[in-house]
């Protein structure tokens, strides 16, 4: 509590970790791309994976560009489009920059070494870095038109992955996400009414490849975990949905949102690409958990049904359930 609080408000910390595997489950998640260079002598990369809004076609043109040591403006994506594309799978599980970009990493390789290969011939000397510069590769790309060179390269990666046997042990993952949410609320025990004041939030996402698409995730995430821990509840009447409108459907807003402070872990994944691990889905994971786990802190007794709405909190308040509270 603060000194300007009421009797009848309560705050506390809780804090929740997780962790969580990237890819399909016990299966091998492939992918499968290609880049070429163009005429006008840049490289494009061809993802069968589409972008839903996430950012994965400017996190997979990064990937491209640090392999093939060009500028990322050198590099356009073509996603989702079946007609030009090899299947690289879905944009589900947490998957795209992990095991989409391990298949960019090696057609990106490829493609620079068939492009170093052709610059040494064309220059007449060994070539052992691409130049940074669309009007040098042009001429490249010139060169090889002239003389039927193909200037396609193809990449693909699969998990190493097993099925669990009877007594669920196995590989059901490539790698593994990690992280750890704290989140500050303030609870009203008059009204029942729980609010998120503060939420800290730490991953350990491997290298981040675009710090700000990571931290979009983790703040989109943050807010749709709040959503699930304290309003979002589908009413149902005999098996039919009664709340059918964002009216009756209550989505957090802008305000409701606190600050958030996200942090990542400096670490590398040996599997992923330049170190990379996913960071989609696990973003949502800690955080109703340690919503609730402050809101229980805060009363001193539990809670075992979400959305902790504010009727639940004042009939929990006379429940024979409780928990200890021990002021950490």
Known sequence: MTPDDAPNVKRAWGMAAFLYGVGRTGLSDK?????RLEADGRAHLFVGTPDTGQGSDTALAQIAAQELGLPFEMVR???GDTGVSFDAGTTTASRVTYIVGNAVQRAAAELKKILLDIASEKEGRAVTRLPADAKCLASVAQFCCERNIETTAVGDFGTATSPLDASGQGEPYGAYTFGVQM???KVNTDTGKVDVERAVCCYDA?????PAL????VEGGTAMAQGYALTEEIGLNAGVPVNLSFHSYLLPTALDVPPMDVSTVASFEPTGPFGAKGVGEPTTLPGAASIVNAVSAALGRGFYELPVTPERVISNQYSVFSIQNTGH
Request: no cysteine.
């Open 183 to 185: 989140t500050l609320v």
């Open 31 to 35: 992918a499968k791309v290609s880049i």
């Open 214 to 217: 990571a931290q979009a995730q």
């Open 206 to 210: 491997g290298t981040v490849v675009n």
């Open 77 to 79: 994506v073509t996603s």
